[in-house]
């Protein structure tokens, strides 16, 4: 199976902060990457696709990087309501596996 | 709109069996796959495997092979998720997401998900 680790697992913001989530693959993916955003009690959310795509409806301070073992998730400009776990998760090989998780919280 | 709806929470005792429903409307059922994920609580998402309501094909993760059969009715385009041999730390919310995509691998519209409580 392919190992997903997220770094930070979890970090503290100011709104307006510019953050910046990586996860690794323990092998090449390819751009088989995506980004989940949960908030406490609710369903994951798709916020990015194919490492970079933006998934319709989520707002463009989000944007994804990377290929092969190496992504990046960034948010320009840290909102209230995006405080919330974040997830990468690969679609290369079956079990499409999940990150750990990165919690992002207010400072 | 697309929605999934998922059928509701259950209580059930060690060596059950569960099975879970996931009615698909507004998009054509058999034209993505069906996934199913589940969470741990206060845990993180894991993969468990996912249907082809078209052809019925699957794909399971290693470690549900043998105890988990995901099956689907596409008269009333719902997917189903049944898991045997239940252990407390079967203990979970269970997911299950439309797989949209090139490759209908990404996870674009979730259902609500079911809460499975395993105890004695």
């Known amino acids: 199976d392919i190992q997903m680790t997220q770094s930070p697992s979890s970090l503290s913001a100011f709104v307006r902060d510019k953050i910046i989530i990586t996860c690794r693959a323990s092998?090449?993916?390819?751009?088989?990457l995506n980004w989940f955003q949960q908030k406490p009690g609710k369903v994951p959310k798709l916020l990015i696709y194919?490492?970079?795509s933006l998934q319709s409806g989520v707002p463009a301070r989000f944007s994804g990087s990377g290929s092969g073992t190496d992504f990046t998730l960034i948010i320009s400009s840290l909102q209230p309501e995006d405080f919330a776990t974040y997830y990468c998760?690969?679609?290369?090989?079956?079990?499409?596996?999940f990150g750990p998780g990165t919690t992002v919280d207010i400072k | 709109q697309v929605q999934l709806v998922q059928s509701g929470a259950e209580v059930k005792k060690p060596g059950a069996s569960v099975k879970v429903s996931c009615k698909a409307s507004?998009?054509?059922?058999?034209?993505?796959?069906i996934h199913w994920v589940l969470q741990a609580p206060g845990q993180g998402l894991e993969w468990m495997g996912r249907?082809?309501?078209?052809?019925?094909?699957?794909n399971y993760a290693q470690r549900f092979q043998g105890r988990v059969t995901m099956t689907r009715d596409t008269s009333i385009s719902t997917a189903y998720l049944e898991l045997s041999g239940l252990r407390s730390d079967d203990t979970v919310v269970y997911y299950c997401?439309?797989?949209?995509?090139?490759?209908?691998?990404?996870?674009?519209?979730w259902g609500q998900g079911t809460l499975i409580t395993v105890s004695s």
């Open positions: 997401a439309r797989g949209a995509g090139t490759t209908g691998s990404d996870l674009d519209y």
């Open positions: 092998q090449s993916i390819s751009r088989s």
């Open positions: 194919a490492a970079s």
């Open positions: 507004g998009y054509t059922f058999t034209a993505f796959y």
């Open positions: 249907i082809n309501p078209n052809s019925g094909s699957r």
């Open positions: 998760q690969q679609s290369y090989n079956i079990p499409f596996t």
